[in-house]
C-alpha cells in the first residue's frame, strides 16, 4: 500500500475559504493525496483565560488572547460543507480534524472515511468516545504524550468500537529542533502496540519526511502554505507549494526504493551481469595439450564464459585445443 501522504492546510487559510480552497488545488497539483483542515467552535476549545504558546505569540504578537486568535483563523461549519464539496469536485480528499464535540457532530454529517485526532486531545476522554463512537479508521497523534497516555487513548478508542487505529509520532513544537524530531520512535511505537506508524511532521525542510518514509511510515502529513510570509501561527513551519512537491516526488521515490525486501536480480540489472562480471581467459597464448595454470591462466570481461567460481576445477586441466591472449578458456 502506497504511503498516505496528508498536506496539513490548517489553519493557514487565515479564516478564509477562498484561500482554504486555493491550498485545497495547490495539494492535489503537488500530489498530495489528502488535503487536512481544522474544525472548531473557538468558544468550546479555548477559555478566556488561556495563553498563546511561545510560538504563537512569536508568529502572531502577544496582544491578543488565544481564543480571539482562535476565532481570527477559523471559519463555520457551512464554510467546511462547502469546502468538502470543492475538495470532491477537484479530486482530492477532504479531512479536518475536530478540536471539540460539536465540530464532531457536524463533521460526522459529511461522512469522512478517515478522522485525525490531534495530539492536544490525546488525554481527552470525552472527546475520545465521541470519536470512536463514528467507528471510521482513526489517526491518532502522538505529540507531548508517553506510552502509558497512548495506551489509555487506545484503551478508549477500542472500547468505543473503534478498530482501525494508526499512530501518528509527532513532536508538538513549531518548529520542531531537527534533534527532538526522534523518528526511531516510530519503531518503539510499533513495537509496544503492534498498530500502523506514520509521522505527523513539524520540522522545517523535508529531510525528516523523507527519512520517516525510509523507515517505514505508511502516513506522512506535513503543514503547507501558499506564502511562509502570511500572518499567522503555522505559516512559518510551513512549506510552500513547489516544496511540497518536492516532498511528495521524494517520498514516492523512496517508496520505489524501498523495492519488496527481497534480494533478487532485478530486469533493469540482468543485462548488465556480462559486461560486468568475468570470465576464465587465457593470459597468454596456450598450446593444446598445456596444463591450465595460474600463470597462464586469468580472469577479465565480459562474463559470459566460465565464472571464475570455477578457477581451482579448471586449474591443472589440459587445454583441448590451442588459445589465444585474452580468448575466453573452454573445457
Not at 56 to 74: D, N, W, Y
Not at 126 to 149: D, F, H, I, R, W
Not at 192 to 217: C, K, N, R
Not at 268 to 295: C, D, Q, W, Y
Request: aromatic share 6%.
Amino acid at each position: 500500500m502506497s504511503i498516505l501522504i496528508i498536506a496539513e492546510a490548517g489553519v493557514n487559510h487565515n479564516g478564509s475559504l477562498e484561500l482554504a480552497k486555493k491550498m485545497a488545488l495547490a495539494a492535489k497539483n503537488a500530489g498530495a493525496d489528502i488535503v487536512k483542515y481544522q474544525t472548531a467552535v473557538p468558544e468550546q476549545v479555548v477559555s478566556k483565560f488561556a495563553e498563546k504558546a511561545a510560538y504563537q505569540k512569536q508568529a502572531t504578537g502577544a496582544g491578543e488572547s488565544q481564543l480571539e486568535m482562535v476565532r481570527r483563523i477559523h471559519f463555520g461549519f457551512e464554510a467546511h460543507r462547502e469546502l468538502k464539496e470543492y475538495c470532491d469536485s477537484i479530486g482530492i480528499q477532504y479531512l479536518s480534524t475536530p478540536f471539540d464535540l460539536d465540530s464532531i457532530a457536524f463533521l460526522k454529517t459529511l461522512d469522512m472515511p478517515l478522522w485525525k485526532i490531534p495530539s492536544g486531545e490525546i488525554t481527552n476522554l470525552p472527546y475520545l468516545e465521541q470519536v470512536a463512537a463514528v467507528k471510521k479508521p482513526v489517526l491518532l497523534s502522538t505529540g507531548m504524550s508517553n506510552l502509558a497516555e497512548i495506551e489509555d487513548a487506545l484503551t478508549v478508542l477500542e472500547d468505543g468500537g473503534c478498530e482501525d487505529v494508526t499512530l501518528l509520532h509527532c513532536n508538538t513544537e513549531y518548529p520542531t529542533p531537527m534533534e527532538d524530531a526522534n523518528l526511531l520512535a516510530m519503531q518503539d511505537l510499533y513495537q509496544q502496540f503492534a498498530l500502523p506508524v506514520g509521522f505527523s511532521d513539524h520540522t522545517l525542510g523535508i529531510e525528516a519526511d523523507i527519512a520517516a518514509a525510509a523507515l517505514g511510515a505508511c502516513v506522512i502529513e506535513k503543514h503547507f502554505t501558499l506564502d511562509k510570509t502570511m500572518d499567522g501561527p503555522d505559516h512559518k513551519a510551513s512549506l510552500e507549494p513547489d516544496e511540497l512537491a518536492a516532498m511528495v516526488r521524494a517520498v514516492r521515490n523512496v517508496e520505489k526504493a524501498l523495492g519488496d525486501g527481497h534480494k533478487h536480480v532485478t530486469d533493469s540489472e540482468a543485462k548488465n551481469k556480462p559486461i560486468a562480471r568475468k570470465s576464465i581467459v587465457a593470459r597468454r597464448p596456450i598450446a593444446a595439450g598445456e596444463t591450465f595454470t595460474a600463470e597462464n591462466l586469468t580472469t577479465k570481461r565480459p562474463g559470459d564464459g566460465i565464472s571464475p567460481m570455477r578457477w581451482h576445477e579448471v586449474l591443472g586441466r589440459k587445454a583441448k585445443r590451442a588459445f589465444g591472449e585474452d580468448e575466453k578458456i573452454e573445457l
